[in-house]
């Protein structure tokens, strides 16, 4: 059989790597460490965790939690390396990171069916199957080359802003209704109203909130063409009111009125699930976006599915570029996989790697496609990834906004999240995964 050649050692470069090759498919991992080092890695190894040591919860009731189960039973690499280094975290996987690392290149390169070539890669293979998971920091080279697949396609973002979404079973509709500005077209807006003293408290903690830090290998100078909102606040106590808390052409329902402040709220998925803040790119820390923005009557008990951030951080469009097999529309030999593909974070890396190999094996063997359900966590990110009805793709962590609802009641979200997971899992079960 052809070998496959996969781009990249990180969690998902190394995971579809491993997963091809216990199918027996000869793999050839090219990795440009240790030669050419990224800003953010400091080792030789793969499945560098360049962030927090923490692949987040490890409970049933939370998506992430779901989604490590699902790699588990699809006998990730990933996963048996993270659990046989596991750090005491309460609720949390987290992992002594140099062990976790060094525990992945040494199965990744002791393993037979794989073949490790250093150098960093500058063209993309012209022939032959290719994985492609050279992550948020992609050379530039490479970068031109990706560029040079989609030439009349926005192939690449620059992940320079980026608004906090919400799900919308959290948002008090009590406290909102929907409608568009002036009532035009259909009412496709979630309005969240504020009086006058809502709005001065929240315009004073939104001035007073703690900013993130701006890291080295960020583009220090990303606010210039889009201004976070708490930055657009400090230049005035009504700015925000002639802004994206324009009140004109809303009136509340309940009094008839413009109210003094409105925040908008645009749907960010076909399906409802997920609510987009309006006008609030933010570089605020994470803690202090909840609490602030919590201070917004319609979205005191919201949940986050992501928070605003505003880095560089190169992802594809994949909506218009990838299918549900994270491969080129039109050019299935490539495959993409992790963050690159507009998955966010270590565990959804890993899923898209598993994915991606997965398929491709089958591919290869002849054999018909899994086809993830939606209901599966992997299933329904590989989905949102390569839904043409997204606008504005933006990078997600796994979320349960992604996942059908059950169609029916479970009392509390713990409960409702637990059964959303015991139903994946049944799902996820079905499945051949041989």
């Known amino acids: 059989m052809d070998k496959v050649i996969v781009v990249g050692a990180g969690l998902a470069g190394s995971e579809a790597a491993w997963q091809l090759a216990q199918r027996g498919i000869p793999v050839e991992l090219r990795e440009m460490k240790p030669q050419r080092m990224s800003p953010a890695h400091h080792t030789e190894y793969f499945g560098e965790l360049v962030c927090s040591n923490s692949l987040r919860s490890d409970q049933l009731e939370n998506a992430v939690g779901l989604l490590k189960e699902e790699l588990r039973r699809c006998s990730s690499l990933i996963m048996a390396c993270a659990e046989a280094h596991r750090v005491e975290a309460g609720g949390a996987l987290a992992v002594d990171r140099h062990a976790f690392a060094a525990a992945v290149t040494k199965k990744i390169r002791s393993h037979p069916n794989i073949t490790v070539t250093e150098g960093e890669v500058t063209k993309i293979p012209a022939e032959g199957n290719v994985v492609i998971a050279t992550g948020p920091l992609t050379s530039e080279a490479l970068s031109e080359e990706i560029a040079k697949l989609f030439p009349d396609s926005r192939y690449l973002n620059f992940f320079d802003a980026a608004a906090p979404l919400v799900t919308f079973d959290s948002i ?20 969240c109203p504020l009086t006058r003293e809502e709005y001065d408290a929240f315009w004073t903690e939104l001035t007073r909130a703690q900013e993130a830090e701006v890291h080295g290998f960020e583009d220090a100078g990303v606010f210039e063409g889009c201004m976070p909102v708490e930055v657009m606040a400090r230049r005035g106590r009504d700015t925000l009111t002639y802004g994206p808390l324009k009140p004109v052409g809303l009136k509340d329902p309940k009094t008839g009125k413009e109210p003094f402040a409105v925040v908008q709220l645009r749907k ?10 309006v006008g609030f790119q933010t570089h605020l ?20 599915v992501r928070y605003g951030v505003m880095h560089r ?8 570029l990838l299918d549900r097999y994270y491969r080129v ?8 996989a992790g963050q690159i593909t507009g998955v966010e974070g270590y565990v959804e890396s890993t899923a898209s790697g598993c994915l991606a190999a997965l398929e491709l094996a089958r591919r290869l063997e002849d054999r018909p496609p899994i086809d993830f359900p939606q209901e599966t966590a992997m299933g329904a990110m590989s989905l949102y990834i390569s839904d043409q009805s997204v606008v504005n793709f933006q990078p997600m962590n796994v979320n349960f906004g992604l996942i059908p609802q059950l169609g029916y009641r479970v009392k509390g ?5 637990a059964e959303l997971s015991r139903r994946a899992l049944e799902a996820l079960d079905k499945l051949d995964l041989s």
Do not use: C, H
């Open 172 to 191: 008090d509709m009590d406290s909102a209704w929907f409608a568009s500005r002036y009532d035009r077209g259909t009412p496709d807006y979630i309005n």
């Open 329 to 336: 529309r039109g050019e299935e030999r490539l495959v993409f």
């Open 413 to 417: 979200k713990r409960n409702k999240n």
């Open 313 to 320: 951080n190169t992802f594809l469009d994949s909506p218009r």
């Open 285 to 304: 820390r994470f803690p202090e976006q909840k609490r602030v923005f919590s201070m917004i009557p319609a979205l005191k008990n919201a949940e986050y």
């Open 268 to 277: 960010d998925n076909a399906q409802g699930s997920i609510y987009n803040m």
